[in-house]
């Protein structure tokens, strides 16, 4: 089994910052991925970023130059660093992780960005 948990949701005035923290523990393998996600209701999940097993990063263009992600492959842990938040920024948050074919999902957290 595999428990991935994120944390550091919360509010933020537009320009501001915060950064999600994202831990996994369990079955976890070696050569994983992991990425960042949101949501806002009715509308699909999207994909922010994405980092790879060995360090190479992916952001959908709504998020570059803006958020970044980073992982610390010996703590099993994950973090997405968003600076100059938008009001369109806020969703619920999820971190998963990609391995062996599967991918596994925390419960989100909310970001709100709002004055």
């Known amino acids: 089994q595999v428990h991935v948990a994120e944390s550091g949701g919360g509010l933020a005035q ?3 910052s ?3 923290s994202c831990t996994v523990s369990g079955s976890i393998v070696s ?3 992991m990425r960042w996600y949101r ?11 994405h980092i790879y097993s060995w360090g190479g990063t992916y952001y ?3 998020v570059k130059g803006r958020f970044t992600i980073s992982r610390d492959t010996a703590k099993n842990a994950a973090a997405l660093h968003m600076n ?3 009001p369109e920024d806020t969703a619920v948050y999820y971190c ?6 599967q991918m596994f999902w925390g419960q989100g957290t909310q970001v709100t960005v709002s004055s």
């Open 14 to 16: 537009p320009g501001g």
């Open 39 to 49: 949501q806002v209701p009715g509308k699909e999940r999207e994909l922010v970023a």
């Open 60 to 62: 959908s263009d709504s």
């Open 96 to 101: 998963s992780l990609m391995q062996g074919g």
């Open 31 to 33: 050569g994983n991925h």
């Open 84 to 86: 100059s938040l938008k």
């Open 18 to 20: 915060l950064r999600l």
